[in-house]
């Protein structure tokens, strides 16, 4: 760089310090890792199917994406822990943005036609969208707990011991009924100190401890409509899902030998955040 002479400055101490750590050979391609990730869509059709690329892009996004949920969600749990509640809203609002996104993401998979799916379905063996362990830990997180969807990755180590981490630990509604209980809400014992592997239930106390919110602190009723909109977004993917698989399988039975639209039908209208919900009559 030309100082005001027109001579060039060759001091090293202005060099610019973020530009020697990254290294002259760090491109956008490299730093993405462009190469290694485009490398990962292998269909598995004989011969090759089109449309097959595009069922694969869309779940390795999927997944991708799950990968973020979590990362924000220890974040946020992270927050409330610390009672940094004003931190936490940021948080709500990216994982509702990414849930959003995934619920657009299927108009794009909506594209594909029955009889262009069932030209390479067969080759998808034993794999199911059942099987994603990602979406197993967010369900965990968001207190819907099942003992049965932990001792289906026994034979997988790593994903195995992510499942066992988040059956055993804390949920985002008990890192938020903790916090209310230390800005003085009255929350049950019983609650503060539950068995976490269990699934989150109704609490007649906490629903009054959430009206009061509502009522008398601005800030927390806040909080408490960006959890019902994190809740919304959540099942609204759901729903989409299932009418996205009707609509590309009927009623047949799902890869994997899942039960298909059947299962899919019965993970609706079950709320993350029931006591948010059943304060909604009390108003």
């Not at 509604?173 to 916090?179: K, Q």
Request: proline share 4%; with cysteine; glycine share 4%.
């Amino acid at each position: 760089m030309a100082d005001e002479t027109g001579s060039q400055n060759t001091n090293p101490q202005t060099s610019d310090p973020q530009s020697e750590a990254s290294g002259p050979s760090m491109s956008y391609s490299s730093y993405l890792k462009v190469e290694e990730l485009l490398s990962l869509q292998e269909p598995v059709s004989d011969p090759v199917e089109h449309d097959e690329m595009l069922f694969i892009i869309i779940h390795q996004i999927y997944e991708l994406w799950f990968k973020e949920v979590l990362h924000e969600f220890d974040e946020l749990i992270e927050h409330l822990d610390d009672d940094h509640r004003s931190l936490s809203g940021h948080q709500l609002k990216r994982v509702l943005r990414i849930f959003k996104t995934l619920t657009a993401q299927l108009d794009v998979l909506e594209t594909m036609t029955p009889l262009e799916f069932v030209s390479f379905r067969r080759f998808l063996a034993n794999s199911s969208g059942f099987q994603s362990a990602q979406f197993r830990e967010i369900e965990f997180i968001l207190g819907q707990k099942n003992p049965e969807h932990v001792e289906r990755f026994v034979d997988s180590s790593r994903e195995y011991e992510n499942l066992v981490r988040r059956y055993k630990g804390v949920t985002l509604w008990d890192a938020f009924i903790r916090h209310a209980a230390r800005r003085g809400y009255d929350i049950p014992t019983e609650f503060l100190e539950r068995d976490l592997t269990q699934a989150v239930g109704l609490s007649a106390q906490v629903q009054q401890a959430v009206v009061k919110m509502y009522r008398e602190d601005p800030p927390m009723s806040r909080l408490c409509e960006s959890l019902i909109d994190l809740d919304e977004g959540l099942q609204e993917w759901r729903y989409r899902h299932v009418m996205m698989v009707q609509r590309t399988i009927g009623m047949k039975i799902g890869t994997g030998g899942s039960a298909g639209v059947e299962y899919l039908r019965s993970t609706l209208f079950r709320p993350a955040f029931p006591d948010l919900w059943a304060v909604r009559a009390v108003f």
